[in-house]
């Protein structure tokens, strides 16, 4: 991951925090009306064709109200 597009999205209103795990990376969201839009860059280190996971939002207090958005499919060459 790249750390300082990371650290930028914490300037913004949309993104409060990120946690970065082994196996995905956790946003913490400000939720606003109209919603939320953000971007960050990653870097591979080698060639890859991989799909990532299924991205989920939910509410931390209410889990049962969720989104989902699927699996996205990219090549680095």
């Not at 109209?34 to 080698?46: I, L, N």
């Amino acid at each position: 991951m790249d750390r300082a597009s990371l650290d930028a999205l914490t300037t913004s209103w949309e993104v409060q925090s990120y946690e970065i795990q082994p196996d995905c990376v956790v946003f913490y969201l400000w939720p606003h009306a109209g919603g939320a839009t953000f971007s960050f860059s990653f870097k591979p280190r080698f060639a890859m064709s991989a799909q990532s996971a299924e991205s989920l939002l939910f509410d931390y207090y209410n889990p049962e109200a969720r989104a989902s958005v699927p699996p996205t499919t990219f090549s680095i060459h």
